[in-house]
């Protein structure tokens, strides 16, 4: 079943996603579904905060497709496949030994793009814009935030 949240502030969207965080332990792949300025980045942002790392630091991977963080003894993740256009098998080889790993906490937008290789085991999260500072957040499963 879904939850379904409406955020009226980036800021808003952050402390879901911060007790989303909260709630989660490695090893954890969260999908992050939406278009275009649907929030994920900002999500991500806030995801991150409760590890300690600073918004600031958080922005779209681009030309590699990740971006990697240490915290402690975990290891977060953040792609984004916007702009991949085949996976090819190194990246898939690559892609791969990082969904097995037991240390890692991965945040993944544009997870379309690569659906055919991401386990079934995994958060997904839908953000759609509703209105200027509207976004609707489902995460499934929703028990993470009970
Ligand atoms: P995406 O990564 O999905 O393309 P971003 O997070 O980069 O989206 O951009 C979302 C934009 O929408 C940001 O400029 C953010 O400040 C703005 N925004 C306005 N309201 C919200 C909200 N309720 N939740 C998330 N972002 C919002
Ligand atoms: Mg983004």
Redesign the pocket.
């Known amino acids: 079943m879904n939850r379904s949240i409406t ?4 800021e ?2 952050q402390d879901i996603a911060r007790s989303l965080a909260e709630a989660t332990k490695a090893p954890a792949i969260i999908c992050l579904y ?10 991500t942002k806030g995801f991150a905060s409760h590890f300690g790392l600073e918004e600031k630091d958080i922005k ?1 991977p681009t030309y590699t497709f990740v971006r990697e963080y240490e915290v402690g003894k975990l290891k977060l993740f953040h792609f984004d496949f916007y702009r991949i256009e085949a996976i090819d098998e190194l990246i898939q080889h690559d892609l791969e030994e990082i969904f097995t790993r037991k240390d890692a906490i991965i945040l993944v ?1 544009w997870p379309e793009r690569i659906e055919e290789i991401l386990p079934s085991k995994r958060t997904n999260v839908w ?1 759609e814009h509703v209105g ?4 609707n957040i489902k995460i499934m499963p929703p028990d993470e935030l009970s």
Do not use: H, W, Y
């Not at 955020?7 to 980036?10: A, D, I, L, N, V």
């Not at 939406?34 to 999500?43: I, M, Q, S, V, W």
């Not at 200027?132 to 976004?135: A, E, H, K, L, W």
């Open positions: 955020t009226t502030s980036p808003q969207t939406g278009d275009l300025g649907a929030g994920k980045t900002t999500f779209s937008e953000l200027d500072n509207q976004r």
